[in-house]
């Protein structure tokens, strides 16, 4: 492998994907627009004209954002890696830390750095979009202090949570010789599996208000749908979503009797008992059909393929030299290693991506035919066409578009299916 190879590879994979997403977009844009004028047929006599265009200007807005923000990611990327952004930082922490601090502090703080650069280079496009777009078309409910500290929370959690993992992960690479990957690969596993217990009951509450459901009847409604589906949670839970957007949601999480129903207070202001009962239906499907656990199956397997995959690349100088970056000499490769497999490889996962999409959609379907199976189809209709109206979901995305990107059907395929059942 020599470093031009890689060069020439990633700016492939990096220049086309960008291609394709800006191509896409201008699609979805123009498709919208052609049809913002009229409420589709199936949507007439329950969607009303205002709320189907100001769907579409949400979603051109949100697309026209994406674009840019795309293509500020881009040149980012490019500034870490071939022109030599992450080449001088290393240098520079190299220099300063690893004389004092040894191999594991410089490595640590290497990443650290990184990660905070980072954050700070995406924070403005990030209040852009939650002050802006999101302001504008009347979701946000976020202050500017609630959006700060959101973001140092999320810096301080990650670094509670990642850097004692890095540093495992580092000592893994050094410590057990070439088959270093296989050992990572079940620390991470591990660790995947500790955050699904702990994310629910320990982190998330960092961020959001959690309490028990009150409403008596409601209560009473779900624990005898999931008494009939053999389901078990360990409580019903409202999350106080209101207080940064209007969006609503709803969701399992945690693992085993772990398990928590957990509803966003914006979604139970806006559905009936039935609607709520609907809505759990179609996530106790995914239960029903082990989606949740096939895809954990599939991330850990690909977890796998990647830290095999890494394990060869660092020890190549060419993978360095390719991607910007002089290896080091006297000094451990393996968190240098690591920045530049997760900077290079998204460009190529990213054309895995319509693949990944289109299984979760057959997964949609499934949990919509197994909630018209617990509950009623009529009421899911109505609950998913309120869920379009509330969230600004656009009605008429093109095809294509949908179809590389949409991890969930488009409304007319999907309400068409609950139709027919």
């Not at 086309?16 to 123009?30: D, G, V």
């Not at 852009?128 to 302001?135: D, H, W």
């Amino acid at each position: 492998m020599q470093a031009f190879h890689v060069s020439l590879a990633f700016c492939t994979a990096l220049l086309l994907s960008l291609a394709i997403k800006l191509w896409l977009a201008s699609r979805q844009m123009r498709h919208v627009h052609a049809h913002r004028a009229q409420v589709p047929a199936p949507f007439d006599a329950t969607i009303a004209l205002d709320a189907h265009q100001r769907a579409a200007d949400y979603t051109i807005a949100r697309t026209r954002f994406g674009m840019l923000s795309e293509s500020f990611s881009t040149a980012v990327l490019v500034g870490w890696t071939l022109l030599g952004g992450l080449d001088a930082l290393n240098i520079q922490l190299r220099n300063a830390v690893l004389p004092w601090g040894g191999e594991m502090v410089y490595q640590l703080a290497l990443f650290g750095a990184f990660g905070l650069i980072s954050a700070l280079l995406e924070m403005p496009m990030e209040w852009y979009k939650t002050f802006r777009i999101e302001q504008h078309f009347g979701f946000n409910r976020m202050s500017l202090g609630l959006f700060l500290g959101d973001q140092a929370k999320g810096l301080l959690v990650g670094g509670l949570v990642g850097l004692p993992l890095l540093a495992a992960v580092l000592w893994v690479m050094q410590a057990t010789g070439s088959f270093w990957w296989l050992w990572a690969w079940a620390l991470w596993t591990g660790f995947m599996l500790l955050m699904q217990v702990l994310y629910p009951t320990v982190i998330a509450p960092l961020f959001n208000r959690f309490t028990p459901l009150a409403d008596a009847e409601l209560a009473g409604r779900i624990q005898t749908l999931m008494q009939r589906c053999g389901f078990q949670a360990k409580g019903l839970f409202v999350m106080d979503g209101s207080r940064r957007s209007a969006h609503g949601n709803a969701y399992f999480a945690g693992m085993g009797r772990a398990k928590r129903v957990v509803f966003f207070d914006t979604l139970l202001e806006r559905l009936q008992p039935p609607e709520v009962e609907a809505v759990l239906a179609h996530e106790l499907g995914h239960f029903s059909h082990h989606h949740v656990r096939r895809r954990m199956a599939l991330v850990i397997g690909l977890s796998a393929l990647g830290l095999a995959l890494l394990a060869w690349c660092a020890g190549q100088t060419a993978f360095y030299q390719g991607l910007g970056v002089q290896p080091n000499v006297l000094a451990p490769n393996h968190a240098l290693a690591l920045l530049l497999f997760m900077l290079a490889t998204p460009p190529f996962l990213y054309f895995v991506g319509p693949l990944m999409a289109q299984l979760s959609r057959r997964d949609e379907f499934q949990a919509d035919a197994y909630a018209c199976r617990q509950a009623s189809p009529q009421q899911l209709s109505s609950a998913l066409l309120k869920l379009y109206e509330d969230n600004a979901s656009t009605l008429t995305p093109d095809p294509l578009y949908a179809r590389f990107y949409y991890s969930h059907p488009p409304a007319s395929e999907r309400l068409a299916a609950l139709a027919r059942a």
